[in-house]
């Protein structure tokens, strides 16, 4: 029967369902205290945002079992937004290594953990790597751009991001949304307008109003408690999470000294 549970758990976690998934994981836990349900119910916590569970739990997975043939790509980054960037390090080579070495997300996130450790050159290479060999991973394209931004490049950042538009699709157009949030650019709104008033997919929708919202009133200090309590609504509506990185807008909000409690509250009720 745990089998079972833990086979359903697993695809929950796979579609993006974390919260059922924790549920279920943790029961599984009170019978079997394995390996691979720390691991399943680490990574669900990590993408509902639960950084601190996600290491508890991935740190046992990997102690009880240290020779998991996947699963090190995301430790690295867990242990990464812990602080522990020598382990990262460790972790990221380790999954490189073996059966992770072409696996889109582990190489861009230890491009991105590359950035944040200071080793800009070799994280823009890395990034220029991936792109060569798979220039439509519109999330490699965003990050890099965001990299060039930093290295003060911004007319290169954005013809990275431009050429995403031109040969992808939602993704890539959302991507060049946030950058022009991020960077307060004019054209924001015509970007905006472009994407029009969408009601498929229906996190869609959700995701371009939490982007407005930021922008009209998180960002100038101006709250509409009206439409921000039609959002929660919308957004506590969703089957599935939304799972994007934030980390660059909440890092601009704070540096403004914007209300950091609405803009947690509305990722939490995203990020599940």
Known sequence: MTADVLTIADELREEGVHLTAIDLYGWLLGYDDSAAA???IGQSY???GHYDAALEHLDLAFAMDPDRPTGYGYYAYILERAGRMAEADRAYRRALRGTERDDLWTRSHQ???LEKDGRLDEAERTFQAILAD???????SKRYALLLRHNEKPAQARAVLTAAVRDGGLYARLNLLEYLLLTGAPDYGACRAELGDPT???WLPVLLELFDYYREHLLPGRPDP???ARWTTSAEALTAGVHRDFDDLTALLADRNGDMATWRGQLARLQR
Do not use: V
Request: proline fraction near 9%.
């Open 200 to 202: 498929e997919p229906d």
């Open 134 to 140: 798979s220039p439509k991973h519109t999330w490699s």
């Open 46 to 48: 990590g993408k509902t």
């Open 111 to 113: 491009a991105w953990f």
């Open 38 to 40: 720390h691991f399943g």
């Open 226 to 228: 009206d439409r921000l």
